[in-house]
Each structure stands twice: as C-alpha cells, then as structure tokens.
C-alpha cells in the first residue's frame, strides 16, 4: 500500500471516532434518510447534524441529494467497500 491510501483511510478513521457518526452509518445502512428522519433518532440540534455529515462526506462515507429544502443521505458503498478492503489488507 502506498502513502496515499494511508492518508484516505486515515480520514475515515478519524471520522469514525465519534460514537454519534458510527451511529449515523449504521442508520444509513439501511437505505436513504432524511436529514429530518435522522435527527428524531439523536438528541442533538439541526447543526450538530450537519456538522457530523459534513465530516462523513468529506471522508467520502456518505453521499447528499438536496429535494426541496431537505437534504438526503446514503452510504457511499463504493467507499465503504475501498474501506473494508484497506483494513483487511492492514491484517495481512
């Protein structure tokens, strides 16, 4: 592996550190959600939310649609797959 998958994976690492975004993929996993279907599941604000999905999309997890004044979130299984096959590969 290079330097620069190091770098990439790193990112999601990090972002996987806040048991709040864990959370949030997890809800993600089974299909799209509103942004407003995703905060009646968490005790936290409109802001606080949107700080957690920027940081997973920049990590390149998770994918937004906006529809009107919402915004729609899914996994980005690509990702999550890259993901699953850089830890794999770190184990053997």
Same mark, same amino acid.
């Given at each position: 592996m290079e330097k620069k998958d190091f770098e990439e994976n790193y990112k999601i690492i990090?972002?996987?550190s806040? !048991?709040? @975004?864990?959370?949030?993929?997890n809800n993600l996993s089974g299909g799209e959600m509103c942004a407003c279907k995703?905060?009646?599941? %968490?005790?936290?604000t409109q802001p606080t939310l949107s700080h957690h999905m920027k940081i997973l999309s920049?990590?390149?997890?998770? !994918?937004? @649609?906006?529809?009107?004044?919402?915004?729609?979130?899914s996994l980005n299984m690509d990702?999550?797959?890259?993901?699953?096959? %850089?830890?794999?590969?770190?184990t053997s």
């Amino acid at each position: 592996m290079e330097k620069k998958d190091f770098e990439e994976n790193y990112k999601i690492i990090k972002a996987l550190s806040d !048991i709040n @975004r864990m959370m949030i993929l997890n809800n993600l996993s089974g299909g799209e959600m509103c942004a407003c279907k995703l905060l009646e599941k %968490f005790d936290i604000t409109q802001p606080t939310l949107s700080h957690h999905m920027k940081i997973l999309s920049e990590c390149g997890l998770v !994918i937004s @649609r906006k529809e009107g004044k919402w915004t729609h979130y899914s996994l980005n299984m690509d990702r999550v797959e890259q993901f699953q096959i %850089f830890i794999s590969n770190l184990t053997s």
